[in-house]
């Protein structure tokens, strides 16, 4: 019996990365699972849930992961077979107009603004939080490939960072966090 689970993932991946090679080819950024998560109104680990085998979705919200890449759901198993199981009748999926982003709910903007000013009020200087944050939106905006390069430059300075402070030791309370 066929996992459809396992199916969609088969073909989203497939699709996924083909889309990818042609939008870099044609000089645009790729498309990130951060913002197909964002388009479908999921956070980025309930994706990933789904893509790793760790949650599933209905088929309503697989729909909405087939028109962020531009197919349909029967267009993403149908290349999931293919990837699977060897040729079908169809492995090229009919380009179809993807439908419109569902609106976002207030109570999740609501909890994304609790979230920002989480984030604000950690910073020590508080007006160097929003001015980094606006930043970081207008990179976003700007070139989404280069916000993903500095995000991991940061993660690994923090980590060594956090290394070099040692166990028990708090980097942004004995100032190793500003060199």
Do not use: C, W
Not at 31 to 60: C, M, Q, W, Y
Not at 71 to 81: A, I, P
Not at 125 to 151: A, F, M, P, T
């Amino acid at each position: 019996m066929e996992n459809s689970h396992e199916v969609f993932v088969a073909g989203f991946n497939r699709l996924y990365a083909d889309l990818n090679k042609k939008r870099k080819a044609s000089g645009k950024t790729k498309l990130t699972k951060t913002k197909i998560a964002e388009k479908i109104n999921v956070d980025l680990a309930h994706l990933s849930g789904f893509l790793n085998f760790h949650r599933n979705f209905k088929d309503p919200r697989r729909e909405a992961i087939a028109n962020t890449l531009g197919v349909s759901y029967v267009d993403v198993l149908n290349v999931g077979r293919s990837e699977l199981y060897g040729a079908t009748e169809s492995t090229t999926p009919a380009p179809v107009k993807p439908a419109p982003a569902p609106p976002q709910p207030q109570s999740l903007q609501e909890e994304y603004d609790k979230k920002h000013a989480i984030i604000v009020k950690g910073f020590r200087n508080k007006e160097r939080g929003i001015d980094i944050n606006k930043d970081l939106v207008e990179l976003e905006g700007l070139d989404e490939d280069e916000l993903e390069e500095i995000h991991a430059l940061i993660k690994a300075k923090l980590n060594k960072l956090r290394k070099k402070a040692g166990p028990g030791n708090d980097p942004k309370k004995n100032g190793t966090l500003d060199e």
